[in-house]
């Protein structure tokens, strides 16, 4: 059940292990404002080489988010502000313009923006998004990093609305083995999601925009790459083997045995076999 739960049946009930709290937490947003997205080139690397480390301290988590007007970093410590400047992550994090609390007006409205999109998932409001995740060997080199930004700079994108998320991840999750779960992502170091909100309406500008930006990533890599099943993408030519891999002939076979007339289907669940 645990990736892949939808494909299977309904949870009526959970029993979770808990774990202390973390305590001190140190958390910062780094504003940064450029003329254009190519300009962010370098920030941008400078971040990937950050989250790409094997050495990064565990307790670091970060996302860093291109809008319109220029992107947001976010730095997230488990630990006090002592051990935050000891882990040496304040030194590698890129700086620009920054703003370690946000108070000026154009990070405010960045994070009031980011804030919009989330209250819209309240209401029914049409959007459309892409996502791709990457292992270590995947990560963006600094020809496709200009190529993107580029794109961001000189595609239409049919709505000031938008935003493309970098999530970092690993960590403890990849001492799981890859088959012991559904989630078959535990070799990624990094998560992409782009959206784009319609407003009022969505155009396919805006899903051409997304496309067209899913493409100019992809084509630097050997591969298809995947994604995570968390991370919706109705656009993927094969979601079940994007979002299971080398664990979906595992699930098929368990679907086939719990649920062969496909009750718990939906367009992008395990089939069976």
Same mark, same amino acid.
């Given at each position: 059940m ?11 009930k959970?029993?979770?292990?808990t774990?202390p709290?973390p ?6 947003t780094?504003? %940064?404002?450029? *003329?254009?997205?190519a300009?962010?080139?370098?920030v ?5 080489? #950050? @989250?790409?480390?094997?050495?990064? !301290?565990?307790?670091?988590g ?9 992107a947001?970093i ?12 000891a882990?040496?992550? +304040? ?6 313009k920054?703003?370690v609390?946000i108070?000026?007006? #154009? ?14 998932s !309240?209401?029914r409001t049409a959007?459309?998004v892409? &996502?791709l ?6 990560? #963006?080199?600094?020809?496709?990093i ?5 794109? %961001? ?7 000031? %609305?938008?935003?493309? @998320?970098?999530? /970092?991840?690993?960590?403890?999750i990849? !001492?799981?083995?890859?088959n ?8 990624k ?8 909100? *319609? ?5 396919? /500008?805006?899903?051409?925009? %997304?496309?067209? #930006? ?9 591969q ?15 979601p079940?083997r ?11 076979? @368990?679907?086939?045995?719990?649920d +062969?007339k496909?009750?718990f289907?939906?367009?992008? &669940?395990?089939r069976?076999e």
């Amino acid at each position: 059940m645990k990736g892949a739960g939808a494909g299977f049946g309904i949870v009526t009930k959970f029993v979770v292990k808990t774990h202390p709290e973390p305590g001190n937490v140190v958390q910062y947003t780094f504003s %940064l404002t450029f *003329g254009k997205h190519a300009e962010m080139v370098s920030v941008f690397k400078q971040w990937q080489d #950050l @989250i790409s480390d094997p050495d990064l !301290d565990r307790r670091f988590g970060t996302e860093f988010v291109a809008h319109e007007l220029g992107a947001v970093i976010t730095a997230t410590f488990y630990g006090t502000e002592a051990e935050w400047d000891a882990s040496g992550i +304040p030194q590698r994090i890129p700086k620009g313009k920054v703003s370690v609390v946000i108070d000026d007006w #154009l990070a405010v409205i960045t994070q009031q923006a980011e804030d919009a999109a989330l209250y819209l998932s !309240d209401i029914r409001t049409a959007f459309t998004v892409r &996502s791709l995740a990457f292992t270590k060997e995947e990560m #963006l080199s600094e020809n496709t990093i200009t190529n993107m930004m580029n794109y %961001l700079d000189d595609t239409p994108h049919g709505t000031l %609305l938008w935003f493309l @998320i970098f999530d /970092a991840t690993g960590g403890a999750i990849s !001492d799981v083995p890859m088959n012991a779960t559904a989630y078959s992502h535990r070799d990624k170091v990094m998560f992409c999601q782009g959206y784009g909100i *319609g407003i009022p309406i969505l155009t396919q /500008a805006t899903k051409d925009f %997304l496309s067209g #930006l899913v493409g100019t990533i992809q084509a630097s890599t050997p591969q298809n790459l995947t994604t995570y099943p968390g991370y919706v993408d109705p656009s993927l030519a094969d979601p079940q083997r994007s979002y299971w891999g080398p664990n979906l002939r595992t699930l098929e076979s @368990i679907k086939t045995k719990y649920d +062969p007339k496909d009750l718990f289907h939906n367009p992008q &669940s395990v089939r069976t076999e």
